[in-house]
């Protein structure tokens, strides 16, 4: 693979600005355009450098590695990368949360616990919403999927770690962006539903939208797409097919 380099990166920029040159052959051309276009491609390159170091914290806090291990190999601090990486546990806590999804989380840490995982994985978090009845349970049978087969497929994933810091679970990267996907639609659909706590298909749905992960990969291979489950639930929505 080979990096663009600046020249590559002004060149995308000349040929994807639609207003780069004026109209009637003028000499100049429109600087500002430019700029509006460089920094879109910027913002753009920033998100997919971030999403790839990201998907890189992913599997070293799955296979075990400290926070200030991390922290070493990116050159930071344990500090600075936790308060990167590590999920904003009082923005979520249970005030939040509307019961089920309460619920839903005592089942998400036992199942870390119980594997003796010092993180919380996109696996984690699908086991508990499929652990019992809930939103998101009724929506994954809205959308024709069996939430016993699902949670038996991601049990299947849960692998055996070495921690006995109960305390000390930290939330993945992936994990913390369906939390925050989560959230983003609970305050989406609040003013009808009157409620803006996070719900269980709303993290089930986020984790579906972040496309990477256990979670996703066992969606995936159920043939639940984020797009599949939002039709679910949209449709449910209008009919109430899966209220409970």
């Not at 600005?17 to 500002?32: V, Y």
């Not at 579906?208 to 939002?230: F, K, N, P, W, Y």
Request: charged share 25%; net charge negative.
């Amino acid at each position: 693979m080979t990096i663009p380099d600046l020249d590559d990166l002004i060149a995308e920029v000349d040929r994807t600005c639609a207003t780069a040159h004026r109209p009637g052959g003028q000499e100049q051309p429109d600087w500002l355009a430019l700029l509006t276009t460089a920094a879109d491609l910027a913002g753009r390159l920033q998100a997919l450098a971030d999403d790839l170091v990201e998907d890189y914290v992913e599997h070293c806090r799955m296979h075990g590695c400290s926070w200030t291990d991390i922290g070493t190999a990116l050159g930071v601090t344990r500090q600075a990368v936790q308060q990167r990486f590590h999920a904003p546990h009082k923005r979520y806590g249970p005030e939040t949360m509307s019961e089920e999804l309460r619920q839903a989380m005592t089942h998400v840490k036992r199942a870390a616990v119980q594997h003796r995982n010092n993180y919380i994985g996109t696996e984690h978090l699908l086991w508990g919403l499929t652990a019992e009845d809930n939103s998101a349970t009724r929506l994954l049978s809205a959308a024709g999927a069996s939430p016993e087969t699902l949670h038996r497929a991601v049990g299947d994933r849960l692998s055996m770690g070495a921690s006995q810091a109960a305390e000390r679970i930290a939330w993945t990267p992936y994990s913390r962006k369906a939390i925050a996907l989560a959230e983003e639609l609970s305050e989406e659909r609040s003013e009808e539903a009157g409620s803006a706590h996070i719900d269980c298909d709303h993290l089930l749905l986020g984790l579906a939208r972040i496309g990477r992960g256990v979670a996703a990969t066992v969606l995936d291979e159920a043939g639940l797409s984020a797009e599949t489950l939002s039709a679910a639930a949209n449709h449910g929505e209008s009919q109430a097919t899966y209220a409970p």
